[in-house]
């Protein structure tokens, strides 16, 4: 039986209402709560059965989206060894609640700890747009380090400016440089952050296309690089072999007007391997990036 | 005495009347032989002495600029066992006609010879706009090879749209990326050729920004990269330590209206070391890039 | 006391009569299964001392085998709170049950997971014969991907001529090579996957000879690779600081009639060290290869 | 309420009158163990207050000593779900046993496991003084395995003459060179073993300055690299992005008298990444250098 | 006009009448000696005609021959400023001479050259069989060094048992591997040694299919790696763009009877690029891999 | 016919009464001139013995020294297409003269162009003591960059305090650090710069023990390293596949007084490979570290 709520919060999802990685994952949340909260099931099968099947409404409604399977998933783990539907349905809501705590509560979490790792002086570098490394900076900032910030521009969307206006906006040092000249200044950086939308099973890093070439450029500087990312954005299907789609975005966004006959590729995203990455700082604390597939077991199970 | 060709010369290369490497260099070396045929000097102390004077006039009107350099250098080494201005006169009128010869011949040269490299089916990568690149790929398709191009943009003044609408007006199939998709790419690539500003005397190749960026990733992936270019481009000043310059350009190219306060860094240049390349493609041959530093020291002779 | 099923399981193991890491450990938990439920003992004293000796007689019969001896050992340490001898008794049951469930499954979802990681086009090379290799590859092939395979022949037993047979007889395009044209085809290659006779707890892999020479080879062209093992041949004692051995094998197998005097070395395995590993495909999902120590950790416990 | 034997304790450390990590760690968790003995806290509540107090007041007294605050935060860890101040007091004192016999026991038990890994004939290279390291040289010495060993002289401090002394009292083939010359010997090294003061959450080794660069000097050797370390050294703290202090000491320790105007910089210890060790033996076994973040993770929970 | 000695001569290389590397040099060498001193040109101009005409003929009877190539070029380059028939008759007939005596003598030289760089109690490994390497091992071995060879026996055509008993019969302690356990015993290897069958411009070396496998594996373990090359083996026509074709040899080779529908790739040789070369050794010298470009430069002169 | 300025000479470099590579060098150059003036030989023949003779009792009174060898060579080298003794004479000197000059000039050259590739502001770094070295950086210091230099205490000799002291005494910023210290500081390096003693053909550095560690520590960070090496140095005799021998010094230089039974094994110098040099700085310019065998082939010729 699918509730209305879920009806309606797939609805919104598929059509836009309701965007952005933490929002989605909260209505589908609430949604889960709700139908849990209404359900007339009588036994545990029949509840189980009625909540699995309305999280596959939800997922279904935006496959590629992590933090809302992830929080679905650890709402309904918790029921396994349940035997009565009213402790279901408090389990359920409790579920609920913890996982968007967690979720409001790791972005600042890992502020606090990101800001640790930079030092008075720093010159940091940073790719594209992330909320999540940009609280890091902020707040090394506001606790009084002197630092700079390189930052690229990011094409072909030029998410790099948000960055640049945000970062100048706080009275950060900032100097911008276009996606090519990373490896140019590499050797003046002392800490390069980007950001994760999903981190696979097998440690791999998707973010913003660019990534993985400023991170082989850091390495090869010997410039520490790390990965700020909430672990609720560690991916388990990657468990079971599937892999991350890489989204291939309009091409407008890389020329207006081309000529004729020529093909324009333009992928949102690229993999950075584990190996270079020096540490990944999440709100569990700093680990390694080879530590993101026990996460996703202890975590999430088992491969169904 | 600086003789009227000379300072009329060096005076439309500062107005940038004149320019274009070659361009230059051809304008550079007129001016000198008209300069020898008109001398009134009567000893060769007195003729080289004026020699030497005229290419320095040159030569500051623009310091940057080894093709001019090296072909003044050229000219003038040909004096060194001179005993009669009349002889010296012919040496310097053979010595002009033999290095403009040298230039226009270079880049069909590298064209015939780098084709050979390209196979039938082959994908080719490169960055920016060259011409001795664009010569080669040209060839190999006039020559019947069903390749296909993957040219970056090239930020921030996207040269690499001029590559892209000069290959598909051939009917190349080319498709564009943003710099940052280079590695993403690179697995799929053949052959990666990139152009040359300049190569030093200890075998940094000099070109576009992102160069060494996009080569490192070549690396990485074991995709064959190689460097087509001129010899003349060979800067021996650099045997004597001098170091290129990296012209850093106006941040408006990058971002025409910054925020207020936002610093733009915006290199046109950057140095790829030698153990990024695979080969050199030059009018010469195929060599590796570590014997650029011989063929100075050859051509040009010791450190003066 | 050693019990009658116990004796003779080691004799035939001893013997080859029983042979094949799945084989053998099935006949050994079959052997534990019926010493325990015949079992004499009163006291869980008694019962966990004659349950060791008896794991120890059928541990000794073959040494290197971690299939058989986890499998004892996952048995025996579900023991350790167990305080009446017919809970015990039904726990060896149960433990023997599930293990070999276990290790059924286990080949059988490997080949789902590992399957999810080739894509329609893909060409695949392998090493030696493995048949949870083989399970992935002709899952992908069941599941309508177009794909190929590169074997190589696996001196000095030619075992890859069993892989090309079995692949050719599915259908499944393949090219074979002697193994060192490895790195020569590389480039061409999209996924290395190969097996495992055992993951040391410091994350080495042990497999057939010449697999760690074209994992550098696949590292080198950054080409992905990846091990398909199930967790069972995880080996708890390199915990404690054993080291797997290298089987040396007869000479014959090299040279039939080799000329008097020269010596032949011919291990059977060579170890392949994790930083060569892009991730492994186990039966708990994709994980990187850092991760096998804690997973014997989390499994077998700490070191005895 | 800080207890008389947590105050004169803390003051011991303090005056140095306590030294050598686990001393500290003894003494502090004995404090600890008599404060809750004879605390007089009627509530949890109360008692859990009066714990952390005191806990403090010794952690304070010694801020980087990951030994004694692992040991302490161990103790407190326990009584997390206690509800009665006597089992809460029965707790303590248990924990404090356990860890200070996990502490006896752990130099003993990587004796016994890192001696598995060295092989009759093996030349052993290692750097300044770590009783955790000779336990292991001395056990394979012991079992009768013929080894030689390389040991640095570990400059400034000369303690690679301690290592020398000891090993030749034990009548151990040793030779001393100087820190320099470790790469001019490295290929005819088998195994390289380093202990460490503290591992941090992302898996860099913290050791004697000179550790790193002998341990890239091994990988460049592709010799066998170890660090054998007890796992109470891994840091907590650095889960949440504290950085381990590297001391700064006396100039005086490389040059007695040096030229007025001269600033010597002599760091005790360096960083060495994980990708440039090839295992850790620790008392729990072998593991990867990268497992110590999850170990972290499990022992002292998430990030406070 | 083509002489009779020329049409005879390429008849017999074509037919494989004559064959190896040096005789079919001596011979088409032989033969355009006997056609310039039977010339019958009057002019210049009509005797390097013929001389050129006579040389094609010979190089196209095996196109794929530089050593042949070099020796009618080394020839015919000699006659570049001669004004008199009679002077150039004498010219070719020297420069014969002259080439056939660099021939003999290279072999000869590389042995002592190359015996100096192998140290008494050295182990040795090489692959395939070459001569040139052969000579080198057993110079060292006459020379008193108590050394030992480790050789590979080099699928499909197992040309490493003609090393091993070569070795064997000179009482050389000589070990076979198969080839894929080159990486196993590579830490144990003091110098490996391979032998080329060309030499490119770019310096590549092309030789038996499995060199740049083991070339790359001793890199890894900082094994020492080199070349043993007469510098006649240096191809020019890659200096111009030419690719050394990499033959591929008879699938029979690999399995005498594959199942219907398996492919068999069966390279015969493969590239090994020159940073996994430590050293060249060649008659001139022991050199670096980089300056193969240099010498052919010099000694054929520029890309015709 | 030794003449008696040659045996004097000998006499005096055996004794150590002349002593330093250019000291030597000059010495045996004056005698040669001296034995070749005052010669009474008749033929050219026998001056050329005669002059042989005299170089080899010079040679071989340091058989290590490749400046005399070096200089001696090429003074006999310019007698190859003589004809008359006077005019042989008068080459003789000429060469000794030219020679001499070389060396004088070639420290000063070394300074003026490895100072222009300092920039104002760099952090160098050094190891050991090199006069060629201290050229550079007193050169750029001059010059008015504001450099500040990091010196390694260079153990066991402390060589790095003389460099040290001088460096202070011009006022030059200098940081001391124990050689184990340099990967530590290596990210804040700009330019590393080491001197040679000798330079292989196949461009290895010979130089201070401990050389090749740090160059390696750069290459890893990405920090731009160098050698500083007249070409005298470079020595033909590896060409031949000699060896330089590594001196083994006195192991009271590491520990005056060690405990019996302890071995030091005591390298005077380490190899460093070309591939962790970034470039040589020559008095011909600045090449790349694989050029040198080219300029040895050139210089010196073939190998006899």
């Known amino acids: 039986m699918i509730s ?45 059965k009625e909540m699995k099947q309305n999280c596959e409404v939800l997922v279904k409604s935006r496959p590629t989206e992590p933090a809302m399977r992830n929080g679905l998933n650890y709402v309904v783990k918790k029921l396994s060894n349940t035997k009565h539907v009213s402790d279901a349905k408090g389990l359920v809501r409790k579920g ?4 968007i705590t967690l979720m409001e509560h790791a972005v600042e979490k890992i502020a606090e700890i990101g800001s640790r790792r930079i030092k008075d002086g ?15 900076i902020k707040k090394a900032w506001k606790d009084g380090k002197k630092i700079n910030v390189i930052c690229t521009e990011t094409r072909p969307r030029f998410q790099g400016r948000i960055t640049a206006k945000e970062l100048v906006s706080f009275g950060i040092p900032t100097t911008m440089i276009v996606d090519s000249a990373a490896r140019y200044v590499m050797n003046d950086v002392d800490l390069l952050i980007v950001g994760a939308d999903a981190v696979t099973a097998d440690s791999f890093i998707v973010n913003k296309i ?22 609720f954005k560690f991916d388990p299907v990657t468990l079971s072999g599937e892999w ?7 091409p407008k966004e890389v020329w207006e007007n081309p000529p004729k006959g020529l093909k324009i590729f333009n992928p949102a995203f690229d993999f950075t391997p584990p190996q270079l990455v020096n540490f990944m700082i999440t709100e569990l604390g700093i680990i390694t990036p080879y530590e993101t597939g026990m996460i996703i077991l202890e975590r999430y199970g088992k491969v169904v």
Chains 1, 2, 3, 4, 5, 6 share one sequence.
Not at 4 to 32: D, M
Request: glycine share 4%.
């Open 210 to 231: 660019g990534t993985s070439q400023i991170m082989l450029a850091a390495k090869e500087a010997r410039t520490m690089s790390c990965c700020a990312c909430e672990t």
């Open 4 to 48: 209305p709520i879920t009806k309606k919060t797939a609805v919104k999802i598929k059509k836009l209402e309701i965007q952005g990685a933490r929002n989605i994952a909260i209505a589908a949340l609430r949604a889960i709560e709700e139908t849990a909260r209404k359900s007339k099931a009588k036994t545990m099968g029949a509840f189980l």
């Open 244 to 250: 991350e789609t890489i989204e291939e975005r309009d």
């Open 122 to 136: 720093d010159t940091i570098m940073t790719h594209c747009h992330s909320s999540t490394v940009m609280g890091i």
């Open 96 to 99: 609920c609640e913890e996982y």
